[in-house]
C-alpha cells in the first residue's frame, strides 16, 4: 500500500510550477495568495517536507517532486542516487471532491446521461447562474473532467461530464 500525500489545490500548484523551474524555487507564488494564506500555504509544504528554505528562498525537495509526479532535475556530470524507499512510496493525489458539498452535488448533476441544465444547477447548488458557470470551468481546469455543453430541444443549454 502507498502512502498518499495530501495536498490542497493551492500547494499542488505551487508544487507544479516549482517542479517546472529549472532551479526548483516555489517563487513567485501566485498573485492571488495574499498575506496569512501564502504564510499558510509554506507553512504546510514545509511541515511536509515537501520544501525547504536555502538562502532566503524555498525550494522543492525530492518529495516536492514526487508530489506532482516529476523527476528532481540532475546537474550535468552529477550521478543521481536513487531515492530512500519513503520517497518512492508517495503517490500525488489530484485535488478531489469533498463529499456533501455543492460542489459534489453539481459533479452528481453533471454525471447523469441526460446532464443537467442550468437552472437545474441552480437548484441543486442554491448558486447563482454565475457561480454554476464558473464552478463548471474549475471542474475543467483544476480537477480535468470533460465538460460537453449542448443544446436541448427547448434551446437550453445543457452540461455533461462525458
Known amino acids: 500500500m502507498t502512502e498518499r500525500i495530501k495536498l490542497t489545490a493551492t500547494q499542488f500548484a505551487v508544487l507544479k510550477a516549482a517542479a517546472g523551474r529549472p532551479d526548483g524555487n516555489i517563487q513567485p507564488l501566485p498573485a492571488t495568495l495574499?498575506?496569512?494564506?501564502?504564510a499558510k500555504v509554506i507553512e504546510g509544504l514545509l511541515a511536509r517536507g515537501l520544501i525547504v528554505e536555502a538562502e532566503g528562498c524555498h525550494l522543492l525537495t525530492d518529495a516536492g517532486y514526487v508530489a506532482v509526479g516529476k523527476r528532481c532535475p540532475v546537474a550535468k556530470?552529477?550521478?543521481?542516487l536513487d531515492a530512500p524507499d519513503a520517497l518512492t512510496k508517495c503517490e500525488a493525489t489530484a485535488p478531489t471532491i469533498?463529499?456533501?458539498?455543492?460542489?459534489?452535488?453539481?459533479?452528481?448533476a453533471l454525471r447523469r446521461p441526460q446532464g443537467a441544465t442550468n437552472l437545474q444547477l441552480m437548484l441543486a447548488t442554491g448558486w447563482?447562474?454565475?457561480s454554476v458557470r464558473g464552478?463548471?470551468?474549475?471542474?475543467?481546469?483544476?480537477?480535468?473532467?470533460?465538460?460537453?455543453?449542448?443544446?436541448?430541444?427547448?434551446?437550453?443549454r445543457v452540461y455533461r461530464i462525458g
Open 34 to 38: 495574499r498575506g496569512g494564506a501564502r
Open 77 to 80: 556530470g552529477v550521478q543521481k
Open 98 to 108: 469533498r463529499p456533501g458539498t455543492k460542489l459534489a452535488a453539481l459533479v452528481v
Open 128 to 130: 447563482q447562474p454565475h
Open 135 to 156: 464552478a463548471i470551468s474549475a471542474l475543467r481546469r483544476r480537477l480535468g473532467l470533460n465538460v460537453a455543453l449542448t443544446r436541448n430541444a427547448a434551446g437550453e
